[in-house]
């Protein structure tokens, strides 16, 4: 029997909601202000998965022009039936302070990689909305709600109101279902029905290292719903020590072979110090649940902390081919492990056709703005990768910048930047962002003038980033490895790459860091940047 290794999906892929159709698993994850939104991974047997598609692609389906950090899709549902699709979602527009604006909606596709609806817009009485295809054939909404006002819960219950599918929109009364066990803080609702019991299963304890899966039943889809003896399900509060920490925000399967597994969120932290540093932000792993003699579900161990190494179903072994680690730009689309902030690319900014084999960055705003950055970028999902590219850019003045950057958000950031300076001439700078406090990490640029081209080179290894250059022209030969061969010189020092964490990142910051490639020209003439290609390994 094959053996799930946690986490399934590493790096930046929280909140997730699994779906069985058949033979075929998917599990989507949550994107925040990353476009396009929502990832779907998908399995045949529950260890091995591979990104497959995105089904908020375009803006008319998602818009998030200047939307906060870590705002944006949160908690995405993903369910089957009646030969369809259906993914519901929260655009969160704004999750600061005691408000929070965030309307939920409706999107269904008759295959998994499309093509998706238009959104039907649902509410925005709060966020994590989820979806029952109950028995009958009657469909019902859960959502956590919101509260605003002084000395009340904010995390003030889950409602359940019913969708007609007839009239596209919700019906009837909205009844607040549940108010929460004593561990508070309930959002991720997710309702079942199983051998004539409701579950409603939610997250609890906050999304840190408190975090936790919690159950309640009823006969009656309205409640009242008793709250689990043997609550939490699944927390890795009181194992301060786990592999696997923050553990919480569960959706569960029932398994080709009859057993039942649950999806989950967690967290692999480094420690810089004595601190906790959450550099590959939330990921998703997989425990095996088992239903007990009374009706209720427990990890298949009897416990409740979450396994690397967990038993996997009985199903025939089904591994994806190795994905290529470089991408030569030399497709009609960018690879499905790129993502863009708040909007989509489109070839006003981002073009692979004007100069075949390269990407073609416009400059545009700065890595601060929330509106119009020219900036691709991927996840990164081991503590020990590197990204590398190689950029023709010819900068006429210091407002125009092109390069490689570590990103968590527009807050927090380290850039080695191709720009001009006026001793120097064209240059690489070295740029850092600490909680929107902005860095010149170089005194002296480094001088690269009559470079046509210049290989640049990021490197993270736990908690250190270091950037590198060279020249010249590669060697021949295969790519991958002729750009080893290269002289790279690095450029100290090396930078804190915990600060592209959750834990070091002030106010909201739910995503992960990232490594990719920008172009800036705050001049406003959106001076182009050529790419030859990116290369993403871990080693």
């Not at 091995?48 to 089904?55: A, C, K, Q, Y």
């Not at 601060?368 to 590197?386: D, E, G, I, K, P």
Request: hydrophobic fraction near 35%; proline fraction near 7%.
């Amino acid at each position: 029997m094959a053996t799930i290794r946690n986490p399934i999906l590493p790096g930046f892929n929280p909140d997730p909601s699994i779906c069985r159709v058949g033979e075929d698993y998917y599990i989507a994850t949550s994107t925040f202000e990353w476009f396009p939104g929502v990832q779907i991974h998908h399995s045949r047997d529950l260890v091995h998965w591979r990104l497959i598609t995105h089904p908020l692609d375009r803006l008319s389906q998602l818009d998030m022009t200047g939307n906060a950090c870590s705002s944006g899709i949160w908690a995405p549902c993903l369910t089957y039936s009646d030969g369809l699709f259906w993914l519901l979602y929260t655009d969160v527009k704004c999750c600061e302070g005691a408000f929070k604006d965030t309307p939920n909606y409706l999107v269904t596709a008759p295959s998994i990689t499309g093509p998706w609806s238009e959104p039907i817009y649902l509410n925005a009485s709060g966020f994590d909305p989820s979806l029952l295809h109950d028995d009958d054939g009657r469909k019902w909404l859960v959502n956590q709600l919101w509260e605003f006002r002084k000395d009340r819960n904010r995390f003030a219950g889950v409602v359940l109101q019913e969708y007609s599918v007839a009239q596209r929109r919700l019906v009837g009364p909205v009844k607040n279902i549940f108010l929460g066990s004593a561990l508070g803080t309930t959002e991720g609702p997710h309702l079942y029905k199983i051998n004539g019991w409701y579950y409603l299963m939610t997250a609890e304890g906050g999304t840190g290292y408190g975090h936790a899966v919690t159950l309640a039943r009823s006969r009656q889809l309205e409640g009242p719903y008793e709250v689990g003896p043997r609550n939490p399900v699944l927390t890795s509060r009181d194992c301060p020590d786990a592999v696997l920490l923050r553990a919480g925000h569960g959706s569960i399967v029932q398994a080709g072979d009859g057993q039942w597994y649950m999806a989950h969120l967690c967290s692999r932290p480094v420690l810089v110090g004595d601190k906790p540093r959450c550099i590959l932000g939330r990921e998703t792993a997989i425990q095996k649940v088992r239903w007990t003699a009374d009706g209720w579900l427990e990890l298949a161990d009897g416990g409740k902390s979450p396994k690397v190494e967990v038993e996997g179903p009985n199903l025939k072994e089904h591994p994806w081919p190795a994905e290529p680690t470089l991408d030569d730009f030399d497709g009609p689309k960018l690879s499905v492990h790129f993502a863009t902030l708040r909007l989509p690319a489109e070839e006003s900014w981002l073009s692979l056709r004007q100069r075949p084999g390269w990407m073609r960055l416009f400059g545009r705003q700065s890595l601060t703005s929330r509106h119009r950055q020219s900036l691709v970028a991927r996840r990164v999902q081991s503590l020990h990768c590197q990204a590398t590219t190689c950029v023709e850019f010819d900068p006429e003045h210091f407002q125009q910048m092109a390069g490689l950057v570590g990103i968590y958000n527009v807050r927090v950031w380290h850039y080695l930047a191709v720009t001009r300076d006026e001793k120097a001439g064209k240059c690489l700078h070295l740029f850092s962002c600490d909680n929107g406090k902005f860095e010149q990490v170089l005194d002296t640029p480094i001088s690269i003038e009559g470079w046509e081209r210049v290989f640049l080179r990021a490197r993270i290894e736990e908690s250190k980033l270091t950037f590198f250059y060279a020249g010249g022209a590669l060697p021949p030969g295969d790519k991958e490895s002729a750009l080893d061969k290269l002289d790279w010189k690095p450029i100290a020092p090396a930078l804190d790459a915990s600060r592209l964490s959750d834990d070091y990142v002030q106010g909201p910051s739910f995503t992960g860091a990232f490594l990719g490639l920008c172009c800036q020209d705050l001049s406003g003439m959106q001076k182009p940047a050529d790419f030859d290609f990116f290369q993403y390994k871990e080693m």
